[in-house]
């Protein structure tokens, strides 16, 4: 059998036979019933012979072929699977170093995020398909890792009673033994708790059973968030249990009664009301007792005249924060000192219940309070309150240290008055490119003049003038770090722009400048190959391009 398949094989590799040329006779022939030559008759006899020879040959190659690949088939139907299985055993995930597991678990559930930003973005804590639960139903080892090795993952309790009210009946004691279960994962860390009581179901002891449960921890409570206005029954409170409650904030509702919340939390420092726009006015404030501890405050969407009732009551607050505040009919007819306060955040920004929402009530506010010590500020405006700032400056006559700005940065930037201690200026908001320029521009030194120009310039008038010119003032001298952001600069190139401002101050012996840019990817890379980047630090400044 083997030398039959050689022979044929060497029969195909040989090629198959020629075909004769005078195709036209073969044509001839075939129209006709005129016999070939005996000489054409032979060279047809030996082709025709040849060639079913060749073709028998051909088609035992084709159907050994045809047993090969069906063969091969096979073989590739059962290792492929095979080669599946045992390539998923060697999967990266399973060789993810435990460290880099928990920093992506800890990022999966938000751990990274400011409470409030995640808790506005986040779902119900007793979802089961989300983070941290989801995690745990992986595999074995992310259950372990999850559930017993990162009781972090489970320190941030977003809990909606009316979530329970909208449960079937035989549904409740499961989201109850749900909400134990996590509070327990998370051993004894401290607690950022967010509860809804605003749709709380109708039956009292159902309450009181969920918060019996949330209270019961309440020792652990670091910070916490009330929505809807409403208290905490202090009836499962002891008189200690908020021993490590640092933070509050309560959402106002339009139907609470102005009170105060009775608790007693003496590591307390920050306070954070948000308003109802149905009311805008400030319902509950903290107790007496907790008044003179509090550091922090936050108040928005309220009157202004709200906000100059309740700092009052904080004679030591340190940090102001304000947003979305609204003019009154009622303004005040005293000015408001606020003699210790260090750090002012303010933020007036459109939003879905008030797209247009005006400035008059934050300048309103701005011309009834002055704070003396004032050193870091912020400013998030959609609008113009320049003046009213310089009243406020003006009034307070405070020395600014960092500033914090984004739309009308260089308005704000150039009407400061009080210049010297100003140590870093940050610009926010990638399409605020104009305000980046007029920064810039007031970061300048202006030139001085030169012999020649004095000479030019020279009149009997102004011989005396030229004698007294001073040299010029170097804008902002303790300037240490700018900081700003970009999108896109249309027509700009923002790199001639800093290498003439840093070789003007550089001119001006002014404090050597850190230069922080965030800009697009393109437009990074643009930065990052410009000539001019060397120059500046070759002048001594610190740039750093970073993408985003």
């Given amino acids: 059998m083997s030398i039959m398949v050689n022979t044929r094989v060497a029969c195909l590799q040989r090629g198959p036979p020629t075909i004769p040329s005078d195709a036209s006779r073969i044509t001839q022939l075939?129209?006709?019933?005129?016999?070939?030559?005996?000489?054409?008759?032979?060279?047809?006899?030996?082709?025709?012979?040849?060639?079913?020879?060749?073709?028998?040959?051909?088609?035992?190659?084709?159907?050994?072929?045809?047993?090969?690949?069906?063969?091969?088939?096979?073989?590739?139907?059962?290792?492929?699977?095979?080669?599946?299985?045992?390539?998923?055993?060697?999967?990266?995930?399973?060789?993810?170093?435990?460290?880099?597991?928990?920093?992506?678990?800890?990022?999966?559930?938000?751990?990274?995020?400011?409470?409030?930003?995640?808790?506005?973005?986040?779902?119900?804590?007793?979802?089961?398909?989300?983070?941290?639960?989801?995690?745990?139903?992986?595999?074995?080892?992310?259950?372990?890792?999850?559930?017993?090795?990162?009781?972090?993952?489970?320190?941030?309790?977003?809990?909606?009673?009316?979530?329970?009210?909208?449960?079937?009946?035989?549904?409740?004691?499961?989201?109850?033994?749900?909400?134990?279960?996590?509070?327990?994962?998370?051993?004894?860390?401290?607690?950022?708790?967010?509860?809804?009581?605003?749709s709380a179901p109708a039956s009292p002891d159902l309450v009181g059973i969920a918060l019996r449960l949330v209270a019961a921890h309440s020792r652990r409570w670091q910070s916490l968030f009330l929505v809807g206005g409403q208290g905490i029954d202090t009836k499962v409170l002891s008189g200690d249990s908020l021993m490590s409650l640092e933070n509050i904030q309560i959402q106002e509702s339009s139907v609470e009664v102005p009170r105060s919340l009775d608790i007693a939390a003496s590591q307390l420092r920050a306070w954070s009301a948000v308003g109802n726009l149905l009311s805008m006015s400030v319902q509950i404030t903290p107790p007496t007792s907790l008044c003179r501890q509090i550091t922090e405050y936050s108040i928005s969407t309220v009157m202004y005249t709200e906000v100059l009732k309740i700092l009052?009551?904080?004679?030591?607050?340190?940090?102001?924060?304000?947003?979305?505040?609204?003019?009154?009919?009622?303004?005040?007819?005293?000015?408001?000192?606020?003699?210790?306060?260090?750090?002012?955040?303010?933020?007036?920004?459109?939003?879905?219940?008030?797209?247009?929402?005006?400035?008059?009530?934050?300048?309103?506010?701005?011309?009834?309070i002055s704070c003396p010590a004032l050193t870091h500020l912020s400013v998030s405006v959609y609008g113009i309150f320049g003046d009213a700032f310089k009243r406020f400056e003006q009034r307070s006559n405070f020395e600014l240290q960092h500033l914090v700005v984004g739309e009308g940065a260089g308005i704000l930037v150039k009407g400061l008055r009080n210049r010297l201690a100003i140590e870093t200026i940050e610009i926010r908001g990638f399409h605020f490119y104009t305000s980046v320029i007029e920064v810039i521009t007031h970061l300048h030194v202006p030139p001085a003049l030169t012999p020649v120009a004095l000479s030019m310039s020279w009149s009997p008038a102004t011989s005396n003038s030229h004698s007294n010119i001073s040299p010029p003032v170097t804008p902002f001298p303790n300037l240490r770090r700018f900081q700003f952001q970009l999108s896109f600069l249309p027509f700009m190139d923002i790199m001639e722009k800093l290498h003439a401002c840093v070789s003007s101050r550089r001119s001006g012996s002014a404090t050597p400048l850190e230069i922080l840019v965030a800009a697009r990817d393109g437009q990074a890379r643009t930065m990052l190959g410009h000539p001019r980047l060397k120059d500046l630090r070759s002048m001594g400044a610190k740039v750093k391009i970073t993408s985003t």
């Fill in 30 to 198: 075939l129209c006709t019933n005129e016999p070939p030559t005996e000489e054409e008759e032979e060279i047809f006899r030996f082709f025709v012979k040849s060639g079913r020879s060749y073709l028998s040959n051909l088609d035992f190659r084709i159907a050994l072929m045809k047993n090969s690949l069906h063969e091969m088939e096979q073989i590739k139907g059962k290792l492929g699977p095979e080669v599946s299985r045992y390539k998923g055993c060697l999967g990266a995930m399973r060789r993810m170093p435990l460290d880099v597991l928990e920093l992506i678990f800890r990022f999966g559930v938000g751990y990274f995020m400011n409470p409030e930003d995640f808790f506005n973005s986040t779902t119900h804590c007793l979802d089961i398909n989300s983070p941290p639960w989801i995690y745990a139903r992986v595999c074995r080892r992310w259950k372990d890792i999850v559930v017993y090795k990162l009781p972090s993952l489970w320190t941030r309790v977003k809990f909606d009673l009316g979530k329970i009210r909208n449960s079937s009946s035989r549904r409740i004691p499961m989201a109850l033994s749900l909400l134990s279960i996590y509070l327990s994962r998370s051993s004894a860390l401290p607690l950022t708790v967010y509860i809804d009581m605003f």
């Fill in 312 to 368: 009052p009551l904080l004679p030591n607050v340190r940090k102001l924060s304000v947003q979305d505040i609204w003019n009154s009919n009622n303004p005040p007819t005293s000015e408001l000192r606020l003699p210790y306060l260090r750090e002012f955040n303010i933020r007036q920004q459109n939003n879905r219940l008030a797209p247009f929402l005006p400035t008059d009530g934050l300048v309103a506010l701005l011309d009834s």
